[in-house]
DNA sequence: GTCTATAACAGGATAGAC
DNA sequence: GTCTATCCTGTTATAGAC
């Protein structure tokens, strides 16, 4: 029963409301109201607003690169690819703050831009690497025009999924189901696996639904 | 050689510094500054920023509203499809600015929500009587949950394509190529397409890149 | 570490002269 | 229609007491 500290309590709340009602949105005072401290508390601990985005951003880099080191030559299943993109969407989901006003973000914080690309560099890379595997595996078939352009969409739908999923089913920013994202992630690659593979992998992505 | 009135000189230039710069980065001042004309008489044609903001949603949606009037029963060719995806690619180039901040803007204006909810359901439903026409006419053999998930993914691509290429792509925001979209929706579309018309749609998707 | 008070500033918007 | 000057508000950030 220890009780938090103030510093990690802002980074708490702050994600929190970023995510809930948009980074831009959020004023200090609404983050020091919403935890019961004074503004000048706020500041003692952060020396600006754009100091508790980048230490938000410090973690979600972090998760990031931990997720997305994907081994280069291992055989990996169709199981654990899912298992894969569950994670995925979850940390998506976590700073979806990040991707709800991406260009406005990086724009105010251009430090971040380079990072984040980075990072969507890493994803695409983590797609290819897997697609790769299954291909080894004779799990699925595509040529390399093809392999290209389907690892582009996956990574544009890992980053807009969540907020475009937000935009058309429901007006509230608070809970989001990585589920879906899961799932049409899963029917892009659908199609270019042998058909042996094909059905398990329909089967599969109807659990996530 | 008739001289431009104010009144569009003012939505002309608002729209070019919001796709260029981001909506939430530009002041009134920086629009009337651009345009060498007051603050004051910018007020004088527009009560406020969000007024410019909301005609250049109306002639969005005016423009929207035409393309996507795709008729019911007809027969689509693939070339007509093509077509149509780059005149969509383009109105959507247009109004980027839109799509760049779209749950900030959507969040500050929202009036505007409404609106654009029903744009994306109208796209959505576009891209499903295409699909429908093609199944008719045989060149294209989808099951209907797969047909579901690829009339999203149209819609979510249509949407954040531009913001995703300018974003990994280049760093500024003065140009977008609406062809290398127009490519990515054709090589979503492609693994649906009957053997003998996959080729026909490869070949054209390749001109678009 | 936490508070209150307030400075400093930016952006949206108005008033009134020309 | 257009200008200059100015107000108002919200937001970031700091100073100094407790």
Redesign the interface.
């Known amino acids: 029963m220890k009780k938090i500290k103030t510093r990690d309590r802002i980074l708490q709340t702050s994600l929190a409301l970023f995510n809930s009602?948009?980074e831009?949105?959020v004023t200090t005072l609404l983050i020091s109201d919403e935890m019961d401290i004074s503004p000048g508390n706020l500041y003692y601990h952060f020396k600006s607003k754009g100091d508790i985005v980048e230490e938000l951003f410090d973690d979600y880099e972090r998760d990031m690169v931990d997720l997305l080191a994907v081994p280069e030559d291992a055989d990996i299943s169709l199981e654990q690819q899912g298992f894969f993109l569950h994670l995925l969407f979850e940390a998506v989901a976590r700073y979806r703050f990040l991707y709800?006003?991406?260009?406005?973000v990086?724009?105010?914080y251009d430090q971040l831009q380079v990072r984040f690309?980075r990072i969507?560099?890493k994803k695409m890379i983590a797609f290819k690497t897997i697609c790769e595997s299954f291909r080894r595996q004779g799990i699925m078939a595509i040529e390399p025009e093809?392999l290209e352009?389907?690892c582009?969409?996956l990574?544009?739908?890992a980053?807009?999924?969540s907020?475009?999923d937000?935009?058309?089913h429901l007006d509230d920013?608070e809970s989001v189901d990585p589920g879906r994202g899961v799932?049409?992630m899963m029917?892009?690659i659908?199609?270019?696996l042998e058909p042996g593979h094909r059905e398990e992998a329909r089967l599969m992505s109807r659990d996530y639904l």
């Open positions: 009602v948009g831009p949105n709800q006003d991406l260009v406005n990086l724009s105010r690309k969507q560099k093809e352009s389907l582009e969409q990574t544009l739908t980053c807009y999924w907020a475009f937000t935009l058309s920013r799932y049409q029917h892009l659908l199609p270019y």
